[in-house]
Each structure stands twice: as structure tokens, then as C-alpha cells.
């Protein structure tokens, strides 16, 4: 059981503990001034200062005065206590930073990923099957696929009121790049140019061109038009998903979760046994009945 002090006991240890102030002489503060270079010692082992990652030595120096001013350590002992202090804090902050770099490097590479991946090869690349869904419907199921069905039709289109008719190399350009697989829109196309050459109604050369040109103009318009609403809907659900897939990413993955909350928690019992002992120093030299801490066993299990 701990010794009860008396009133007079009391009343005079807090007397004494009024005169411990600070150093007053030369001598004293010339010590207290070796304090600043404590700081730099401990910044040395703390602070991170590699290649890429360079920690502010200043910013550390000072949060090391801050508390050393806050909590007034007295004596080598006190002194240790507030750097292990600091030392805890230093290291929860960059608990932080890591915490923060994962979660960007989660969702940053994410997005690059998805950025460098094109299905436009793949799609482009695979042989006709009848038993799969035709090449311009696979292409209308991508902001990629849509994009370059939207190219195929417009250089098509450009071709027609540049040479006033769908020719017969701009149509093979148009069946090419879409692998001879353009089906539907490949045949009408055919179709047009059929009836140019062939002129069924006998027409005048001039009023056939024109009629032509006109009736090729108003299918490729519409097809466009087609393209670009389902190109703008692909967007907007690209866009969506794309927002959904980063919220999914705002946590590391789980083996580096982990290890970040384990770390955290050892610094965070390092930092509260520290304050727990410096403020019972402090405590017992101002004078008061300090209790005995409680057992290892005990205290590990709270």
C-alpha cells in the first residue's frame, strides 16, 4: 500500500517543486540550450530522408519544442518520455501520409489501367461468328467501339459530298474497316451504289447523281445520329461506373489495410504508455501520492 503524505508533507514538496523553474545561471542555461541539438539528434533518427521521400526536419524540430514547452520535462527521465512522445506522434502522422498514398495509388492506378486498356483491338481482331453478336452491335457496347463507328460512317459521309456519289473504292474502305463484318449498313451501302450504276429509272446523269447523293447523305445521317445518342449514352454510363469503381478503390487492399491498422495501434500504446508515465513523474515530483501502476498483464489487457 502506498505511504499517505501528510498536509506538511505535502504543503513542502510543492514548495520545493516551485523552485525548480528553470535554470538561472550561466551554467543552467547553457545546458538548457543543449535541448536544441537533442532535437536535431532525435530528428536524425526519426525523420526520413531518403531519395524520393524527404520528411521536413524543421516541421519535426518543431513539434519537438512545441511539446517540450507544453509538457516542461525536468531531468533526463522526463526528457526521454516526451521524446517517445513526439517520436509517436511524428510516426502517426506519417501512418497518415501511407494511408493516403495507398488509397491514391489504389484509385490513380485503377484509372490508368482502365485508360490504357482498348477492346477496340480485340473486337477488330476477332473472326466472324454466327453464333456471337455482330461486330457494329459489339462496337455500340463501348465509348471506344462507338467512337470509331462514328469515324467509319463520318469518312464515308465526307467522301459523298466531297465526290457528289459513294464510290466503289469508298465503299470497299468502309466494308475493310469494319472486317467485312458492317452486315446491314455494308449492304444498304451496296444497295446505293447499285442503283447509281445500274439506273433503273433511266434517269439523266446529273438528276441520278443527285438523287443519289442525297438518298446516301439522308442514310448516313441517320446512322450517325444513331451512333453519336448511343455514344453520349456509353458516356454517361462509362462515367458512372468509372465513379463507382474509384469510391470502390478508396480503401487499400485488405493485406495493406491491415498492416497499416497494426502499426497505428502499436504507436498509439507506445504514445499513451508514455503520457501515462510522464504524468505520473510529473505528478509524484509536485508533491502528490502517486498510486502504483497497474501490472503488465493487467494493463496489456485493458
Not at 465509348?143 to 467509319?152: A, D, I, R, T
Not at 498492416?259 to 502528490?288: D, S, V
Amino acid at each position: 500500500m502506498p505511504k499517505t503524505m501528510t498536509p506538511k508533507q505535502l504543503a513542502a514538496n510543492q514548495r520545493n517543486a516551485q523552485k525548480s523553474t528553470g535554470p538561472k545561471t550561466p551554467e543552467g542555461r547553457a545546458i538548457s540550450k543543449m535541448n536544441a541539438i537533442k532535437h536535431g539528434l532525435l530528428a536524425q533518427s526519426v525523420v526520413v530522408r531518403g531519395y524520393k521521400l524527404k520528411e521536413s526536419r524543421n516541421e519535426f524540430k518543431k513539434l519537438c519544442r512545441e511539446f517540450y514547452t507544453s509538457l516542461d520535462p525536468v531531468g533526463p527521465l522526463e526528457e526521454m518520455l516526451v521524446g517517445q512522445i513526439v517520436t509517436s506522434i511524428w510516426r502517426l502522422r506519417r501512418v497518415r501520409t501511407a494511408e493516403s498514398g495507398e488509397i491514391a495509388l489504389s484509385v490513380d492506378g485503377g484509372c490508368w489501367q482502365r485508360e490504357k486498356y482498348n477492346p477496340l483491338t480485340h473486337l477488330l481482331a476477332m473472326p466472324p461468328n454466327p453464333f456471337s453478336e455482330r461486330l457494329v452491335t459489339k462496337l455500340k457496347q463501348s465509348v471506344w467501339g462507338c467512337n470509331y463507328l462514328f469515324h467509319c460512317l463520318w469518312e464515308v459521309r465526307q467522301s459523298v459530298e466531297r465526290d457528289g456519289e459513294l464510290t466503289e473504292a469508298e465503299l470497299d474502305d468502309f466494308k475493310n474497316g469494319l472486317r467485312d463484318q458492317a452486315y446491314d449498313m455494308g449492304e444498304k451501302l451496296e444497295q446505293f451504289r447499285a442503283w447509281l450504276v445500274a439506273n433503273p429509272e433511266k434517269l439523266e446523269p446529273e438528276v441520278l447523281r443527285t438523287r443519289h447523293k442525297e438518298e446516301v447523305l439522308k442514310y448516313l445521317n441517320g446512322k450517325i445520329s444513331d451512333v453519336g445518342v448511343r455514344l453520349e449514352q456509353r458516356k454517361e454510363r462509362e462515367d458512372v461506373d468509372e465513379q463507382v469503381r474509384q469510391a470502390a478503390a478508396a480503401l487499400p487492399p485488405i493485406e495493406v489495410l491491415d498492416k497499416i491498422l497494426r502499426y497505428e495501434t502499436a504507436l498509439e500504446r507506445q504514445l499513451f504508455r508514455a503520457m501515462n508515465q510522464l504524468e505520473r513523474l510529473q505528478r509524484r515530483r509536485l508533491g502528490e501520492s502517486v498510486p502504483p501502476p497497474l501490472t503488465m498483464e493487467v494493463s496489456d489487457r485493458n
